[in-house]
Every structure is written in C-alpha cells, then in structure tokens.
C-alpha cells in the first residue's frame, strides 16, 4: 500500500502523514480501547489531488482493497442489499483545523442499501434517519449541489474527493493564514466502519473530558445525547445531558467510559478529550485528544498531576504558559451548586454579568434604567442592538462563538454566553425557560462569558487569581527562579520558566 | 464596477422604512448613511413615517428613530412586493446562498481580529502585532472582492443593495488606513454592515432569523 494505512495498532507513521485524528485512534488502538475497524487515506493523497486535479493514480486499487478487508472484518457489504457496511469519511490533517473541512458520515447508505438495513434491524425510521444524515452532510460537503451517486464506492470516491478539496476551500485557507498553518501539508481522510449512536434506547453519543474544562477539577466532565450521532452534539444544536447521566442509564457504557479516560490519561500523563458513541449498549471511541485547558483549570491540571506524582514540579510549571496566567484576572462565576444553574452554552466574550433578565431589546432599554439588564434572545439581529448596548450582557439560544452576536458583544466588550441549546425566549409570556425551569422577565439571573454558564440570582464572583493550586503553582516558581520579590503571576511564571530552561534544579 | 441603469430603484418612503428594519434604533445621521440619502429627506420620510405609525422616536442614551411592530409587518408587506414587481426573487434568493457560503468566514476573520489565539490560549487582541493585524485585514479584503463578484447580479438588478458596496468598501478602506475601529467596533464597520445585509437578504425573502 502506497497512500492507505490500516487503523491498527501496528501504523507507526508519524501525525503529518495519517492526521492528528487518525493518530489519536491509532493510540486508542493500542491501549486495547474500542475503535470501530477502519483505514487512513495518508496526506499525500491530498497533496497529489490538489496538485493534479484528481485523485493519484492507484488509489482507487487500494480503497477498494481496504474496503474488501473491512467488508471482511465487519461482515458486512458497503452498500450491499443485505448487511450493509456503513463508513464514516473525517477529515484530519496533522494541525487541528476544527469546523473547516468536510466530513461526510453513513456513507454507503444507498437506496438498496438503506431498504437492506431497515429489514435487518426491522426499524426504517433508523434506517431512514441514517440515510438522511449521509443527504446533508454530502450536501455540505459538496458545495456543488451534485446529486448523490447511488453506488456505494462511487459515494466513496466522491466523498475522499470532497474532503481533499475542502483543504483549498477559501475559509480553510483563511482559517491557516491566521493562525500560521502552512498551506501545503494536506488532509488525512479517516474511513471508519459507521457505529450508530441513534440505533435504539441504548444507543447515543457524547464528548467527555477526563476532568471538568472549567475548572480542572478532577471529575470527569462532558455531555451526551441518547438517540443520536455524534455530529448533533459537537453541533450544540439538541439539548444535552450531563454526562454523569450515563451512570444510571447506561452502566455498561459509564464504566467502559471511565476505564478509557482512565487509560487515555495515564498514557498521555495529561487530562484527556474523548468524543464516543455507544450502540446498542457497547461503547466506541471516535476520537482522543490533549484536554486543552485554559486559565484556572490548566494550573489545576498542572499542580494536582504534580501533588499525584505523575509529572514533576518542572513538567507542572512549564505546562502553564505566562500568557494562560494573563487570564487568572477574569472574573468568574464560582461555587454555583447544580440547583442554580440555569443552563449551560458556550462563553463567546468574557466576564461576569448580573442583572435582570429581559425578552427583548425594547424592554432591556426601558428596564436599564432601574439598574443592570441581561437581555436573552433566541438569535441576534440588528433589531436587537440598542437592547445590548442597554444591557449588562447577552445570552442567545442560538450560535457559536463565531456568530453576529458574539462579534458584537465582544465589540462592545460585554459578557456575552451564546448556543444555549434547549433555553426558550417566550417574548409573549415574557420568560425565558431551560431545564424545565420558567424563569419571569425581571428575575435577577447571571451569566460567565468564559464558561458559559447562566445561573440564577447574584452568586459568587472571584478571579482565578485567589485560586490556592495557583498560590501553590506560584510558590513553586518562585523557588525554583530564586526570586519571591512582588511581581505579577506572569513574570513569576516566566522566570521559572526562564531559570528552569537554564537547567535550574527543582528544591 | 459599472451597473446597467435598468436596476429596481425603492421609493424614498420604503427605503427610509426598511433601513429602519435592517439596521435597528438608529440617529437620523447614521439612517441617513445606512440609506443613501441626505438627512432632511429622510427625516421628512421618517415623520411621514411616524403619522403613520410605522416607525417611532425614542428619547434617552440608547433612542432613536426605530420600527414599531405595525410598521415592522408593514415593512414585510411593501418589500415582499416590491420584489415580486421588480421580478428580482431569483436574483436575491442566489445572492443570499452566495452569502452564505462567505458569512462563517467573515465571522471567523470578525473573530480573528477580536481574539488571538497564541500557544492555545485565547485572549483579547490587543492590536500590538501589525503583522497578524495585516494578515487579517489581507484575508479581509480577499474576502470583500469575493463578496462584491457573488453579489454583482444583485448590486445590478436592485439599486436599494449598491449602497452596502459603498458602505463595504468605506469600512474596509478606513480600516485599512489605520481607523482599527472599522473592522467590528464601530457602528458603521465591516461587521456592522455585513450583519445588516445580512438582516436585510432575510427579510427581502420573508426568511425568519
């Protein structure tokens, strides 16, 4: 084989050539971790594509050998009639480009096919809604508006085509130009046997970090959705659950979950990001990556890894750079129990607000006069614009951190919380409701642009400088740079960095 | 970039009427800007407007002249059909899919421009770095010229859209000479404008947000 590579534990090639995803699965692989059966189209594949304008020569010999062996492995026929083989088609360069290229899933789902399926698990609405998904996201992927072909390894080639070409989509290439990618590295194309979260009642998908993002404490954190494919809750379209939900629910899949990030941790020596699904009852790993934590929960991270023998004083401290300390002075919400919490979105331009809650711009400007506003709406439209530039703060049901709404919350430098799946802004009724909570205009509400959370009341403010692990984190800087003279939480970080770089010992 | 003169041109009374609807609670000034038209003929509108109870001032800080709701649903009327008798539906509908495709990368270069993401940690831009400033400004205006080709049929078949061109371009212009305000900030910047047309491609089509 040329330009395909088995996903197994065997593949020794380097992230640049298979992908940081397919690497991460490589990974799991080898730690004895559940990985749906699948095979890497290397880099160089895209490279040759987007050099000649089509895909290389005997690459289409070498999918079709790597489709016979997974055909052979799952027992099934890629858009066979009876027992069809479903794939997933991710994209993954060695640098993450997260949202910016194509991924096609449930691919191989033909009309034949998909009649093949609803007769073998006797469900056609499952069916139907898996054929479904394949239409939309072929759709997306294929700006063109072509119609889908209808044979199995013509959808493939169609699709390894889609995602190679989505490397030089002009977004992508603006995505690199910001943030120093080189331009000629190419895609990864990761083809995986489908697991099916929205199979039946025991079937869903989730992400899940080894220890909560927000704050680092050591619990593991995330969010999972029953009935459905992984896509709808990287979306945030649906409403979530906490992922401690799995516990009652699905013990089987909860323990499973545990003993891999349990795994996953011990072998990276860091807390760890697992996108699963689970069908039928039996868990799947799609996906591990670094934590990434930020801010708070990085230098906690850092320090409990340190106090656990895991890393030394020296690892903990590099692992927190000066400039994360540059956001220790961020005011956050803190000590909210799960009673107050309203609901949950994604931060989109930080700090900390409270005030009244209100359904629409007009009233936020009326209501401002009496004291601070928090104006919710569904989306943001210009029609909204006097009302935040009233308010204390935005919340929105709707969109990322890359919406209208945060750009412009972010302009006018107030918190702003947006994508709060499942919150309702009733304009009639005058209230705002999530979780099975109607809470009235006017109520005293508050909401963390950083971690998103919208709580009710006035809870606790404090910045991270107050945190003990940074106290802690801080001491031992200063020890190993021989200077505990009065600096700011940078400059003593950076000059451990500085004195640990010259080799300085650790006391 | 020349345009036919066969293009649709709005009354006065409309355009000042759906400005209002696209851009929100607005100073005579910047409705003015937004419309295209010199100040005391909008405010001439705009009473007209108000008598009829379809826009009103608001006094205070955050005021202005704005819709009410009857003169929000009147507005939908009037440009719903205004399309259907100009015949430029299919002109708009393909302009607005071609919006699409390039609204999430402005909103990432909006993004880009507010938050810098350095060692994986996220923090305010704080402007120091000309060289990421001008990248982005570069990827701006990339951006700009592939707006202006995928709504030229649009800017040609309806006069009331030349005016974002205009207004597109004065904002990337003025950023680009150093005015750093124009790209998110201001009322008139490159986002400002855009999210309006934005607004203003929805309800055109009769599109909920």
């Not at chain 1, 084989?1 to 080898?30: C, F, I, N």
């Not at chain 1, 096919?113 to 499952?126: H, Q, Y």
């Not at chain 2, 402007?127 to 010229?145: C, F, G, K, Q, W």
């Not at chain 2, 597109?168 to 003025?174: I, M, Q, V, W, Y």
């Amino acid at each position: 084989m040329r330009w395909v590579y088995p996903l197994s534990p065997e593949t020794e090639e380097p992230a640049d050539v298979l992908g940081g995803k397919a690497q991460g699965l490589v990974m799991l692989r080898r730690l004895g971790l559940p990985v749906p059966p699948g095979f890497v189209i290397g880099t160089a594949a895209c490279r040759a594509f987007l050099r000649d304008g089509r895909l290389p020569a005997g690459l289409d010999g070498e999918l079709a050998a790597a489709i016979a062996e997974l055909e052979a492995t799952t027992h099934r026929k890629l858009g066979g009639p009876e027992r069809p083989l479903a794939v997933s088609v991710r994209s993954g360069g060695s640098v993450s480009m997260p949202g910016m290229m194509a991924t096609i899933l449930n691919l191989g789902l033909t009309a034949e096919a998909t009649a093949g399926l609803a007769a073998e698990t006797g469900d056609p609405r499952f069916a139907r809604d898996s054929r479904r998904r394949l239409l939309s996201s072929y759709a997306a992927a294929t700006t063109g508006g072509e119609p889908i072909p209808d044979d199995a390894i013509g959808q493939l080639r169609r699709a390894v085509v889609a995602v190679f070409s989505s490397w030089d989509s002009p977004r992508a290439a603006t995505y690199r130009e910001l943030h120093g990618i080189p331009h000629d590295l190419g895609t990864a194309v990761t083809v995986q046997a489908m697991v099916f979260g929205n199979r039946d009642d025991h079937s869903g998908a989730g992400v899940a970090f080894s220890r909560n993002p927000n704050t680092g404490e050591q619990v593991p954190f995330g969010e999972v959705l029953l009935r459905r494919q992984g896509d709808d809750v990287v979306s945030g379209g649906s409403l979530t659950w906490p992922l401690h939900d799995l516990a009652g629910r699905e013990p089987t899949v909860w323990a499973g979950l545990l003993e891999a990030l349990r795994r996953v941790e011990e072998h990276e020596r860091d807390a760890c990001y697992l996108e699963f699904t689970f069908q039928a009852g039996q868990l799947w790993l799609l996906q591990a990556r670094p934590g990434r934590f930020v801010g708070a929960a990085a230098v906690r991270v850092a320090v409990d890894l340190a106090d656990a023998g895991v890393i030394g004083r020296a690892e903990a401290l590099l692992r927190v750079s000066p400039r994360q300390l540059r956001l220790v002075r961020v005011p956050r919400i803190v000590g909210v129990g799960q009673a107050d919490l309203v609901a949950r979105g994604l931060g989109a331009a930080p700090g900390v607000a409270v005030g009244r809650v209100a359904t629409t711009a007009d009233r936020a400007v009326r209501m401002a006069a009496d004291g601070p506003v928090i104006l919710a709406r569904p989306a943001t439209s210009p029609l909204d614009l006097h009302g935040l530039a009233a308010a204390a703060g935005v919340v929105t049901a709707r969109g990322g951190p890359a919406s209208h709404a945060a750009v412009v919350a972010r302009a006018m430098g107030k918190p702003a919380v947006v994508g709060v799946a499942g919150l309702t802004v009733d304009v009639a009724d005058a209230s705002v409701r999530a979780g099975g909570r109607r809470v009235p205009e006017g109520t005293g509400i508050a909401i963390d642009g950083t971690g998103g959370e919208v709580v009710m009341g006035a809870p606790r403010v404090a910045t991270t400088a107050a945190d003990p692990h940074l106290r802690r984190l801080l001491e031992w800087a200063d020890e190993v740079a021989g200077d505990s003279t009065g600096r700011d939480e940078a400059a003593r970080l950076g000059a451990a960095h500085a004195a640990i770089r010259r080799g300085a010992s650790i006391p | 970039m020349t345009w036919p003169d066969s293009a649709h041109a709005t009354g006065a009374d409309l355009l000042a009427l759906h400005t209002l609807r696209c851009i929100g609670f607005a100073s005579l000034d910047r409705v003015a800007a937004a419309a295209g038209l010199p100040e005391p003929e909008v405010e001439s509108e705009l009473i007209d407007l108000a008598v009829a109870g379809l826009v009103t001032r608001l006094a205070g800080e955050f005021g202005g002249w704005g819709l009410t709701e009857a003169g929000r649903a009147a507005d939908a009327e009037r440009i719903a059909d205004e399309l259907e008798r100009a015949g430029t539906r299919a002109v708009v509908a393909a302009a607005y899919e071609r919006f699409l495709v390039l609204n999430p990368e402005l909103l990432d270069l909006c993004g880009a421009w507010q938050i810098r993401s350095v060692d994986g940690v996220a923090s305010a831009n704080d402007h120091a770095d000309p060289a990421y400033d001008a990248r982005v400004l570069e990827r701006l205006t990339d951006l700009d010229r592939r707006a202006e080709v995928a709504c030229a049929e649009l800017f040609a078949a309806m006069l009331r859209f030349r005016r974002y061109r205009v207004r597109l371009g004065d904002a990337l212009a003025r950023a680009r000479s150093g005015a750093l305000e124009f790209v998110t900030d201001s009322t008139a910047s490159y986002h400002a404008v855009w999210f309006q047309l934005h607004e203003d491609l929805l309800a055109t089509l009769g599109i909920p947000r």
